[in-house]
């Protein structure tokens, strides 16, 4: 057994039963996105989870189609199988790339930041998505994320692998394979140092709130990539330099106050 088998599967021998402000946001993201793709698609999707944990975002995806749901930890495969025998569970290490794709969509729910090979991480993912597939990625981003693991009682949560990246360092290391779609943040309260003083300040909000502002700004200020959490979505082409389902050029912004 590998360290990082031993950690995740100590890490998930508990069952998480609820998710928290941030995971919320992404199961109204996962679900907005992959509603969008199936009607492009005009079918159910074949989806893999990449990474699922104890597969709560896989059971979200399973909504739209078919599911396979990987991950390194035979606990969490466990857990997820006894909580969502809808799923297809599978025990099995993501960057051996030796899944049955293609799929139509790709699930990397907080695992690059995971990952000591992202590169080869991001190759693996590609290949096994269908031309024209969708990537689906969240990540810690780096601006924000690096004050907020700064604190003693945070670090304490820490896993084995923390490499954070920005929203540019995520576009590049996709732009081989990629076309992304749509990049922004969510979640803002989580740092009260430098220029987040003023983004979270209580008495800015409260005024904002007073005067019917408090969303407005909040997602303007997440769009200026000042949450700790990166949203992405991604097409692979059909062929170099030509993307499918959802232009390329189509900016998502306007749809993000559902992720309110």
């Not at 104890?54 to 739209?64: E, K, P, R, V």
């Not at 025998?85 to 099995?92: A, I, L, T």
């Not at 269908?130 to 004050?147: M, S």
């Amino acid at each position: 057994m590998s360290r990082d088998q031993a950690y995740y599967d100590a890490r998930w021998s508990t069952p998480v039963t609820e998710l928290g402000p941030v995971g919320r946001q992404r199961v109204l993201f996962l679900r907005q996105t992959l509603a969008e793709v199936r009607k492009r698609v005009g079918r159910d999707l074949r989806i893999l989870d990449f990474g699922c944990g104890q597969g709560h975002y896989a059971a979200i995806a399973a909504d739209f189609g078919n599911v396979l749901a990987i991950d390194l930890s035979p606990v969490a495969i466990q857990h997820g199988r006894a909580s969502y025998p809808h799923v297809e569970f599978r025990v099995g290490d993501v960057l051996k790339c030796d899944l049955p794709g293609p799929f139509d969509v790709v699930l990397s729910i907080e695992v690059l930041e995971h990952v000591r090979d992202q590169l080869l991480y991001i190759t693996c993912l590609a290949s096994l998505l269908a031309a024209g597939g969708h990537l689906i990625l969240t990540t810690p981003n780096r601006a924000v994320a690096k004050r907020y693991w700064s604190i003693e009682a945070h670090r304490e949560k820490a896993q084995p692998v923390e490499a954070w990246l920005s929203i540019s360092d995520v576009r590049k290391l996709l732009s081989p394979w990629l076309d992304t779609v749509y990049a922004g943040t969510v979640g803002t309260g989580y740092s009260y140092k430098g220029i987040m003083r003023l983004v979270n300040s209580a008495k800015i909000d409260s005024m904002l709130a007073i005067l019917g502002l408090r969303g407005t700004v909040r997602r303007a200020w997440e769009l200026a990539g000042y949450g700790l959490h990166i949203f992405l979505h991604a097409v692979k082409p059909l062929d170099v330099g030509t993307a499918t389902g959802l232009p390329k050029g189509n900016s998502r912004d306007a749809h993000t106050p559902h992720l309110r």
